[in-house]
C-alpha cells in the first residue's frame, strides 16, 4: 500500500475512544524519542527571529510564547480533550471553576444573563449566584426536570444555558436533547457540565452541545491528585447569526482590533478564551498538573467500567438496607430518572449518588463518622471510595430552601464509589448504617 493511500485509509477509520484516551494529541517527543509526554517544566520559549516573535503575538501562526497562554504539556491534553468530547477545541485551566470564568467572561458582558439548571454542584451555584453577579452577570436557575422551563426564562438579555448533563449531588439527569433545541431555537450556546458522566459514558455534543466544561479534577484526572479544568467548544455554533455575541463578532480592543469569529472561525471561542480571558485573568493549567492528568485519561474507560459495576452493586444494597429511606441513583428501576439514564449514560449512570438515612441530620453525620474505608472528605471521582453529608459541608452554604432544592436536604448522604473490593465497601457500610 503507497504512503499516501495508506494516509487516506488511516483518515477513514475512527479510532475508539479506549484508543483515543490513549493516543489523541501525544506523539514520541521528536527529539529524544521520550514515550511519554514530558512535563514541560518552563515559563517561557525562544523565538527563532523577531519575525517568529511578530507572528506569534500577532496569532498568525500557532507556537508557544508563555505558558499563562499555552504549554506543550497542557497542548498534549486540550488536544486529548478535544478528541475524546468530539469536538473541534479545548482550552485547559486550573480548575474546573477557572474553566467556568473563561467561559462566561467570554460569552457575557455587564447586565448580560443566563440560564443554569438549579440541580449543580454547590461550588458552581455560589459562583454563578453570588461572585458572577458583582461582575454584572445574573443568572436564572430553574427545575431542569422540565425543558420548557428554560425556554420560559429566556429573555433578549440571555447570553447562555447550562446543565450538568448528571448532576451533581442528586443523580439527577437533564434530558439534554430538548434544551439543545431551546437553545437554538433562542440563538443561544448550551452549555453542558459534563464531570460526572466523562465522554466515556456521555458525549454531550452529539446531542446538541456547543460547548462542554470539565472538572479534570475528578474521574478524568482520576487519582484524587491534580485540580484541573477545560473548555470545549464544538465548533458548530454560529456566533454571528444574531447580534447577541459582540465579543465573538465585533473588533476586540484587548486584541488590537482582532475579529475572532471571523478570523478563527469554528475554533473562534477557545481562541478568544485564551487569548483574552486566560491572558488577563491567568487561571492556567500548570504543566505537572496536565501531566497527572494525560496519565489518569489513559485508564479513564477501565476505570469507569468498575466504578459503574462497583456503583451499581452497592445502590442495590441500600435500597434493600433498613436504616436507608430512599436512594437516588438512575441506574436503579425505581428512579424517575432510569428512561433518560439508557438514553444518555447505557453504559451506566456514573458512580456518584445519594441516599436517604433515617434520623436526618444527626444519623447523616454519624454515618460519615463512623466509615473507616471510605474517606469522608469533599471530592468525587478519586480510586478511592468518598463519602459526605452535604448539608453540613458542600452544600452549608446555602439556605435551607436552596439545599433541598439541590438535593442537599439534612438526611442525604452523598457517595462516590471507587474501585476497591465490592465486599469491603458493602461491609464498611454496613458497620456504619448499624450506628444510627
Ligand atoms: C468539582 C466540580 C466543579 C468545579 O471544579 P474544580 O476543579 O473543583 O474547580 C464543577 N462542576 C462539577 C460538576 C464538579 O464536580
Redesign the pocket.
Known amino acids: 500500500m503507497s504512503a499516501d493511500s495508506k494516509k487516506k485509509q488511516n483518515e477513514a477509520h475512527k479510532f475508539g475512544i479506549e484508543t483515543r484516551a490513549i493516543h489523541a494529541g501525544a506523539r514520541p517527543d521528536a527529539v529524544t524519542g521520550a514515550r511519554n509526554t514530558p512535563i514541560y517544566q518552563t515559563s517561557s520559549y525562544v523565538f527563532d527571529d523577531a519575525e517568529h516573535a511578530a507572528d506569534l503575538f500577532n496569532l498568525q501562526t500557532f507556537g508557544f510564547i508563555y505558558s499563562r497562554l499555552t504549554n506543550p504539556t497542557v497542548s498534549v491534553l486540550e488536544e486529548r480533550m478535544a478528541s475524546l468530547e468530539g469536538g473541534r477545541a479545548a482550552v485547559c485551566a ?7 470564568f473563561l467561559t462566561f467572561f467570554t460569552l457575557l458582558g455587564p447586565e448580560d444573563e443566563f440560564i443554569a439548571s438549579r440541580n ?2 454547590g ?2 451555584i455560589t459562583q454563578f449566584g453570588l461572585s458572577f453577579k458583582k461582575l454584572g452577570w445574573t443568572c436564572h436557575f430553574v427545575d431542569p426536570d422540565n425543558p420548557e422551563n428554560f425556554r420560559k426564562a429566556i429573555t433578549s438579555k440571555t447570553k447562555a444555558i447550562f446543565i ?1 448533563i448528571l ?2 449531588p442528586g443523580g439527577i439527569i437533564v434530558d439534554v436533547e430538548p434544551v439543545a433545541a431551546i437553545a437554538k431555537e433562542a440563538g443561544i450556546p448550551l452549555i453542558v ?1 459534563n ?2 458522566a466523562t465522554p466515556y459514558l456521555c458525549q454531550p455534543i452529539a446531542w446538541g452541545a456547543d460547548i462542554v ?6 474521574f478524568l484526572s482520576g487519582h484524587g491528585t491534580s ?3 477545560a473548555l470545549i467548544e464544538s465548533g458548530k455554533f454560529d456566533w454571528a447569526q444574531n447580534d447577541k455575541f459582540p465579543s465573538m463578532t465585533k473588533p476586540e480592543p484587548a486584541y488590537h482590533g482582532l475579529t475572532f469569529y471571523e478570523t478563527f472561525g469554528d475554533f473562534g471561542f477557545s481562541t478568544k478564551a485564551r487569548a483574552v480571558a486566560l491572558r488577563d485573568f491567568g487561571p492556567c493549567l500548570s504543566p505537572a498538573n496536565a501531566f497527572y492528568t494525560i496519565t489518569g485519561i489513559e485508564s479513564l474507560p477501565v476505570r469507569m467500567e468498575r466504578h459503574i459495576a462497583n456503583a451499581r452493586a452497592i445502590a442495590e444494597f441500600l435500597d434493600s438496607h433498613s436504616a436507608v429511606s430512599w436512594v437516588s441513583y438512575a441506574g436503579l428501576k425505581s428512579s424517575s430518572y432510569y428512561e433518560l439514564a439508557q438514553k444518555y449514560l447505557p453504559r451506566g449512570p456514573g458512580s456518584v449518588f445519594t441516599f436517604g438515612v433515617k434520623g436526618g441530620y444527626d444519623s447523616g453525620v454519624k454515618v460519615v463518622e463512623g466509615v473507616e474505608l471510605f474517606s469522608h472528605l469533599a ?3 478519586d480510586t478511592r471510595s468518598l463519602i459526605i453529608h452535604p448539608a453540613s459541608t458542600t452544600h452549608r452554604q446555602l439556605s435551607e430552601e436552596q439545599q433541598a432544592k439541590a438535593g442537599a436536604g439534612p438526611d442525604v448522604i452523598r457517595l462516590s464509589i471507587g474501585l476497591e473490593s465490592i465486599d469491603d465497601l458493602i461491609y464498611d457500610l454496613d458497620q456504619a448504617l448499624s450506628l444510627v
Open positions: 486550573a480548575s474546573g471553576h477557572a474553566a467556568q449543580l454542584y461550588g458552581s450538568e448532576a451533581n457540565d464531570t460526572m466544561l470539565h472538572s479534570t479534577t475528578k485540580l484541573g479544568g471530592n468525587i471521582g
